[in-house]
């Protein structure tokens, strides 16, 4: 996994991350839950749908 990816994980909203905290606390990694409306832009990724930042930064 490139190193990029590597500093934060972002899991659906299932019941499989139920103990996020403790996952955090053991990495060192935190966790976001995703949103369902993951496909609209963000301002934060300069108006880029999650999707296309997330494409921009993976290795040809």
Do not use: C, Y
């Amino acid at each position: 996994m490139p190193d990029v990816f590597k500093n934060s994980v972002t899991w659906d909203q299932g019941g499989e991350m139920g103990s996020h905290k403790k996952f955090t606390m053991a990495t060192g990694m935190p966790v976001a839950i995703a949103d369902e409306l993951n496909d609209r832009p963000r301002q934060t990724l300069g108006w880029l749908k999650p999707i296309e930042a997330f494409s921009k930064v993976l290795p040809d």
